[in-house]
């Protein structure tokens, strides 16, 4: 939960959140235009970023910046750009584990584990700089999951990729958050992603959340021409393809 935060930028005040409330265990989604703040609020929730704010974490304050760190520990962070080190791909994914002091035969078995998950079992000998944009997603995931967070943040995970693979990463992904209890926030342009993903939108316009509600309540009654405009481009989609927060 955080309240009161305002993040200013050069003078002008780009993003304002009086109040917002993540629940435990769902995935929640952040939509919104290029430059309404997605990112900037994804980098204060997940601590990437000192903003002016309040912090809470199972109903209690957190004390920032003293706490950041140890906080950090328990969140995934995965951006649109799966930013993999020149390294095997089962290296990338036991950096994490190894800068936690995990001895090397558990670090092996960890990332081959979640290489597995994220069906790319078969990649781990291959250089990272070697991968199609869908492979190289799924290994930046691993590499978020491995470390097992209570919270994960997706920056536009899927927006790099096309729809053959972003539909199948997305079913992926849902097993994966729902099967480990895991609280998610991710940031989308894209409506269809949230139809098939999250269990609550915000939508944020010009810096503040216009809308927060259920999928399917935004998808039939949006607030704003913002808004009508955003589900708008998935109409079209839905009417040949339901997705199941619809049916
Ligand atoms: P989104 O992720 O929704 O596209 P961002 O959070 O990246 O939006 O940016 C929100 C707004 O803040 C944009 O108008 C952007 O230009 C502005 N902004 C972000 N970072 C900076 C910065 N370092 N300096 C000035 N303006 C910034
Ligand atoms: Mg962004």
């Known amino acids: 939960e955080v309240g009161d935060l305002h993040v200013t930028r050069g003078g002008r005040s780009i993003l304002q959140v009086p109040s917002l409330q993540i629940r435990g265990g769902e995935i929640f989604a952040l939509i919104g235009p290029n430059g309404a703040g997605k990112s900037t609020l994804l980098r204060a929730l997940s601590l990437l970023e000192a ?12 004390r920032l910046p003293e706490s950041a760190l140890r906080l950090r520990r328990q969140m995934g962070v995965v ?12 290296a990338n994914v036991a950096l994490g584990l ?54 994960l943040f997706l920056d536009e995970p899927f927006a790099s990729l096309d729809v053959v693979t972003r539909h199948p990463l997305i079913e992926d992904l849902r097993g994966l958050i729902r099967g480990g209890g895991i609280t998610a926030v991710f940031a989308t342009h894209d409506f269809l992603e949230v139809l098939l993903l999250a269990d609550r939108v915000a939508v944020l316009d010009a810096g503040r959340i ?22 708008g481009a998935t109409r079209a989609l839905v009417a040949v393809l339901p997705p199941p927060h619809l049916a």
Not at 51 to 58: E, G, N, T, W
Not at 128 to 135: C, F, N, P, R
Request: glycine content about 8%; hydrophobic content about 45%.
């Open 98 to 151: 190894r800068l936690r002091g995990v001895g090397r035969a558990e670090r092996a078995a960890r990332a081959c584990t979640w290489l597995e998950r994220l069906g790319v079992g078969h990649l781990r000998e291959r250089r990272a700089h070697a991968l199609s944009g869908g492979e190289a997603q799924r290994v930046a995931l691993a590499r978020a999951l491995v470390l097992e967070p209570r919270l």
């Open 210 to 231: 216009v809308q927060l509600d259920s999928p399917g309540s935004v998808y039939h009654a949006p607030a704003t021409k913002t808004v009508r405009q955003i589900v």
């Open 79 to 90: 951006f649109q750009e799966p930013l993999l080190m020149n390294a095997s791909v089962a």
């Open 51 to 62: 903003v002016p704010m309040r912090y809470f974490l199972d109903g209690r304050p957190v």
